[in-house]
């Protein structure tokens, strides 16, 4: 089981630009979240994808957007790079059942992003 | 609002010590509980979790933690430390119901003495 997997490892990207950030579940779980660790903080919630769907945001602005696919991959697209948005990014995912949740989520290792 | 203290931002402790890290919360109501481990440049790694049941829970690697309703805290313990335990921890809390996602505490650095 290769757990969940996230690329690229670490991006350097410049102020304005855009970039996607991609994350494989762990096998078997169906429900995709995104979080920013920024230096020396906790890790924050920016939202949660389950069946395509985005089914909650954390308190991030509309630069940040996702997507899920049917196989259950996601990715993190953040628009016109701000020096802030320098942080690891973590993708975790989680199995969500018919008649109860299995709500532990597995981290990936994370993508460390860079905005100069 | 809904938050997770740590209240110690850095502790160190020499290699055999005991260990205990503070965790409080604050929600709505008794929310899932948990203890992540994170590495240098590392992911989180769950340590130990609490649903429900006994408060006393058991982890991996030694370690358990106590959640304590009446003071809204669920302190992590280890009771001999080594030094591959040297890394950050981080305390989270989710709902019970509906939202699953987790907020965490803005973490303590452990510094293992030799």
């Known amino acids: 089981d290769a757990g969940v997997t996230q690329s690229p490892t670490h991006l350097i990207k410049t102020r304005g630009q855009q970039v996607t950030l991609r994350c494989s579940p762990k096998?078997?779980?169906?429900?995709v979240s995104w979080y920013q660790q920024a230096l020396g903080q906790g890790p924050q919630f920016i939202f949660q994808y389950y069946e395509e769907e985005e089914r909650q945001r954390g308190n991030f602005p509309d630069r940040f957007s996702g997507h899920q696919y049917p196989n259950y991959s996601s990715e993190l697209n953040v628009n016109a790079l701000l020096l802030g948005d320098s942080a690891l990014y973590l993708c975790?995912?989680?199995?969500?059942?018919?008649?109860?949740?299995?709500?532990?989520?597995?981290f990936g290792q994370g993508t460390r992003l860079t905005v100069v | 609002a809904q938050s997770v203290t740590q209240p110690d931002i850095h502790i160190t402790v020499s290699e055999g010590a005991s260990l205990e890290l503070r965790c409080n919360y604050s929600?709505?109501?008794?929310?899932?509980l948990f203890w992540y481990v994170q590495s240098p440049g590392q992911g989180l790694q769950l340590l130990l979790k609490?649903?429900?049941?006994?408060?006393l829970v058991q982890g991996i690697k030694g370690f358990e933690a106590e959640f304590k309703r009446s003071q809204s805290s669920f302190n992590l313990r280890k009771p001999s430390v080594h030094w591959s335990d040297a890394a950050e921890y981080f305390c989270a809390v989710t709902s019970t119901s509906g939202t699953y996602k987790y907020i965490f505490g803005t973490g303590t650095r452990l510094k293992v003495l030799a």
């Open positions: 929600y709505g109501a008794t929310p899932y």
């Open positions: 975790a995912s989680s199995l969500v059942r018919k008649r109860a949740v299995e709500i532990e989520a597995f």
């Open positions: 096998s078997g779980h169906d429900t």
């Open positions: 609490y649903f429900s049941g006994d408060t």
